[in-house]
């Protein structure tokens, strides 16, 4: 009942009582008589007012966005008509609104598990959403950033440029930048159709193994240009100083046969070592495992490496704990990753230093240390030195071909196992492998 019906109510229950009283009645009777009426008739319309303000009140509940609220109280006609409109509108809605909720959490989910740093912009640049990813790649939270405009994040021109252009344009944009720490990244942004407040979508692919590969590619070439050159224009040497009449002293021509045949034997060794490298990394050369006895390779490695040792004016010792016994291993790949790491020791010590080789059972497995007193390696230098062809600047002029560790890395990583090294300027070094024997 709305008010407009109160108010007729009462004008005919005044009439009713004015007929009343004109028929006879009192003055007393007829204030009495209108005072009655007007109780009864806002009696009857706060009953029938009731159910209309609870309506109302549900109403607004819903409309509040209390999405679980509902007209409870229904009047009989109109009133109860409308009761149920307005709860299955709200029903309606609070479907809608679940559905609307679900794929959005799972939108989110599903970018949440991209390993890829991923932000949503709004059509004003401002960051509405980031992922994991990105919160970590950053070190950013969302609550820290939500609202911010991207440079706020990331203050790249070229991003910022391409999110411009994203936004106004509707272009998809691909940057690559560099990070601190030198981490390279391709950026795409993405216009957004349809995405509502989200405008603009950023991915973020991390390029650094990509980049990191291609330099090691780059420098391999340019290392295998380096090593081959140096023997082959000592080569052309020899040629040309016999050619221009040399072969016609014998001493002389004697002594440059020499020197031919060692950088012919340097060229045999890189190409062999270089095909080696490459069988391993294609997995065209499997382990042949066998027992070996670990005290009987070691040693045998120790002893082929004594007469350069003492040449070289070194103390070399062998340390083997009790208890090596028989491992599953492929001998020949171990010894010649020990022979690697012997050899190194006694090039880069200088006389009178030592070098000692340890070998010991460890929680199921073999620990083999190559120890010397030599030159050590500079910090800058331990993250690459088992890369191949890297060299440290004092082996440069040692003629090897920086591939002996890259060999001793990736015989122990066949067999399972890792290398390590530990070194200082003029304090030595340690190389360790440890591969797993069981127990």
């Known amino acids: 009942m709305t008010a407009n019906h109160l108010r007729a109510l009462i004008l005919v229950s005044v009439a009713v009582v004015i007929a009343v009283t004109l028929a006879g009645a009192g003055v007393a009777f007829l204030l009495g008589a209108i005072a009655g009426a007007t109780i009864a008739v806002l009696f009857a319309a706060a009953y029938l007012l009731r159910p209309l303000q609870a309506v109302r009140d549900d109403a607004a509940r819903i409309a509040a966005g209390d999405l679980g609220a509902r007209v409870r109280l229904r009047p009989p006609g109109p009133a109860g008509?409308?009761?149920?409109?307005?709860?299955?509108?709200?029903?309606?809605?609070?479907?809608?609104?679940?559905?609307?909720?679900?794929?959005?959490?799972?939108?989110?989910?599903?970018?949440?598990?991209?390993?890829?740093?991923?932000?949503?912009?709004?059509?004003?640049?401002?960051?509405?959403?980031?992922?994991?990813?990105?919160?970590a790649t950053?070190?950013?939270?969302?609550?820290?950033?939500?609202?911010?405009?991207?440079?706020?994040?990331?203050?790249?021109?070229?991003?910022?440029?391409?999110i411009r252009a994203s936004r106004e344009q509707g272009l998809r944009k691909i940057s690559i930048i560099e990070q601190s720490g030198h981490r390279f990244y391709q950026v795409v942004t993405t216009p957004i159709a349809g995405g509502g407040e989200w405008a603009v979508l950023i991915v973020f692919h991390d390029l650094t193994d990509v980049q990191r590969t291609e330099q090691i590619r780059r420098d391999f070439v340019a290392n295998v240009s380096h090593e081959l050159r140096t023997p082959l224009a000592a080569l052309k040497s020899v040629v040309e100083t016999l050619a221009e009449?040399?072969?016609?002293?014998?001493?002389?021509?004697?002594?440059?046969?020499?020197?031919?045949?060692?950088?012919?034997?340097?060229?045999?060794?890189?190409?062999?070592?270089?095909?080696?490298?490459?069988?391993?990394?294609?997995?065209?050369?499997?382990?042949?495992?066998?027992?070996?006895?670990?005290?009987?390779?070691?040693?045998?490695?120790?002893?082929?490496?004594?007469?350069?040792?003492?040449?070289?004016?070194?103390?070399?010792?062998?340390?083997?704990?009790?208890?090596?016994?028989?491992?599953?291993?492929?001998?020949?790949?171990i010894e010649r990753?020990?022979?690697?790491?012997?050899?190194?020791?006694?090039?880069?010590?200088?006389?009178?230093?030592?070098?000692?080789?340890?070998?010991?059972?460890?929680?199921?497995?073999?620990?083999?240390?190559?120890?010397?007193?030599?030159?050590?390696?500079?910090?800058?230098?331990?993250?690459?030195?088992?890369?191949?062809?890297?060299?440290?600047?004092?082996?440069?002029?040692?003629?090897?071909?920086?591939?002996g560790l890259a060999l001793v890395k990736h015989a122990v990583e066949a067999h399972g196992g890792s290398v390590s090294v530990e070194s200082a300027p003029t304090r030595g070094s340690l190389f360790s492998f440890r591969i797993p024997i069981g127990n």
């Open 337 to 403: 990753a020990v022979l690697n790491l012997l050899h190194n020791a006694i090039k880069f010590t200088p006389s009178g230093g030592d070098v000692t080789l340890a070998a010991q059972r460890d929680d199921g497995s073999l620990l083999v240390q190559v120890r010397d007193t030599g030159a050590g390696i500079s910090q800058s230098d331990l993250s690459r030195i088992f890369e191949r062809f890297y060299k440290v600047d004092q082996s440069r002029a040692s003629g090897g071909s920086g591939l």
């Open 138 to 162: 950053f070190g950013r939270s969302l609550e820290e950033i939500a609202g911010k405009p991207f440079a706020y994040v990331l203050a790249d021109e070229d991003v910022v440029d391409a």
């Open 245 to 333: 009449g040399a072969l016609e002293d014998e001493s002389v021509a004697l002594d440059f046969l020499r020197r031919a045949d060692a950088e012919v034997d340097r060229l045999v060794q890189l190409v062999e070592e270089l095909l080696e490298l490459s069988r391993i990394e294609s997995g065209d050369q499997p382990l042949v495992l066998r027992e070996t006895d670990v005290a009987a390779l070691l040693a045998e490695a120790v002893e082929r490496l004594r007469p350069q040792a003492e040449r070289a004016h070194l103390n070399l010792t062998l340390e083997l704990s009790p208890g090596l016994g028989l491992a599953h291993i492929d001998g020949s790949r």
């Open 81 to 135: 008509q409308m009761a149920d409109a307005l709860n299955r509108v709200a029903e309606r809605f609070e479907e809608q609104m679940e559905t609307a909720s679900e794929g959005q959490s799972r939108l989110a989910a599903a970018l949440n598990s991209s390993v890829d740093p991923v932000s949503a912009l709004d059509r004003e640049g401002r960051i509405l959403f980031a992922n994991i990813a990105f919160e």
